[in-house]
């Protein structure tokens, strides 16, 4: 029995810009932070010669090959894995399409599992990748790159997407007051509803082909507004991070017509209007979470409870993708 974890993520700057489409050109850079929701896979070796396969459905196949899951089943070439007596079991605190990550949570997770199985050690930055190369190079999914390795490598850690595809990771030099502000202060808010992250970035993805003059002064903007937002944290200056929170979210709705909708400007207002100084759509956008920075915490609870808005609480990881038991 293996049970590996991958943290889930918010995005704290220059989302959209670890796309290969973009970086490949340009470069990217994202602040991402791990938080203490996780994705959690299980691996049982078996009696009975069958690949039994557990998520929203189950599946029991005889081969790799027929297995209709495509990351588990890329997952399982990538890494070598052809027993056929295995059973594979994912389980999650939130749910997928809510914009932390999830997509790139579980596919670490599970490399990871499948590695501690082949008895492999993988630094977190090969597990990123071989995350990334399953679903951008072999999958086609128009994504970045920001969830993998953020979930392999945990904390809060800014990253460099280089044109050569290297990426540079530095975990973030900041006070342990600050992180204790961030906690406190930063607030999750489900929408109600989830959407496909693949939706929304296929039309940035297309776009940035094509070298769209708009698109790319949004970009470049946004990658901006990231190392400011990195300045900010590493000060200190709270007020300031959450200030260029708004900026970010303001340029990052002209990216798509689906960024936003009617409910989420309602309830952006709204939070403005009882305390949030600053906030936005974690993710690609659409629906999920909403993230807020407030000093007034009690009033912004009030009004976005009222609002029916669920919220999470959460604290940073900083172990990153990990096994957590085996036997």
């Not at 050569?164 to 992180?179: C, F, G, M, S, Y």
Request: contains cysteine; charged residues 25%.
């Amino acid at each position: 029995m293996i049970i590996t974890r991958s943290p889930l993520r918010i995005s704290l700057g220059g989302g959209g810009t670890d796309l290969p489409s973009y970086y490949r050109e340009h470069s990217g850079f994202v602040l991402s932070a791990a938080i203490d929701k996780y994705v959690y896979i299980t691996l049982h070796q078996t009696f009975d010669q069958e690949l039994i396969v557990k998520y929203s459905k189950m599946e029991r196949v005889h081969s790799v090959d027929e297995i209709e899951h495509p990351l588990i089943r890329e997952a399982l070439r990538l890494v070598g894995v052809e027993s056929p007596h295995l059973e594979i079991t994912s389980m999650a605190d939130m749910p997928s399409g809510t914009g932390l990550g999830s997509s790139g949570s579980f596919t670490t997770a599970l490399l990871k599992a499948l590695h501690t199985l082949r008895k492999n050690l993988v630094h977190p930055n090969e597990l990123a990748e071989q995350a990334c190369r399953i679903e951008i190079d072999i999958l086609k999914e128009p994504v970045g790159k920001q969830d993998q390795y953020i979930a392999a490598f945990g904390g809060i850690t800014c990253f460099r997407f280089l044109p050569n595809d290297q990426v540079e990771a530095r975990p973030l030099k900041i006070a342990t007051e600050t992180i204790y502000n961030l906690e406190d202060n930063l607030l999750l808010f489900f929408t109600g509803y989830s959407r496909t992250a693949s939706d929304i970035l296929r039309e940035q993805d297309v776009k940035s082909r094509e070298a769209d003059s708009e698109m790319m002064g949004n970009l470049h903007f946004v990658k901006d507004i990231g190392r400011r937002s990195l300045d900010a944290l590493e000060k200190g200056e709270l007020t300031q991070f959450a200030e260029l929170m708004n900026v970010h979210w303001e340029h990052k709705k002209r990216r798509s017509v689906r960024m936003s909708n009617d409910n989420i400007e309602q309830w952006v207002a709204l939070a403005r209007a009882n305390g949030a100084l600053g906030g936005k759509v974690v993710g690609a956008g659409g629906g999920g979470f909403l993230m807020f920075y407030a000093d007034d915490k009690v009033r912004l609870r009030a009004a976005m409870r009222e609002a029916g808005l669920q919220e999470v609480r959460f604290r940073f990881d900083f172990d990153g993708t990990k096994v957590v038991a085996q036997s």
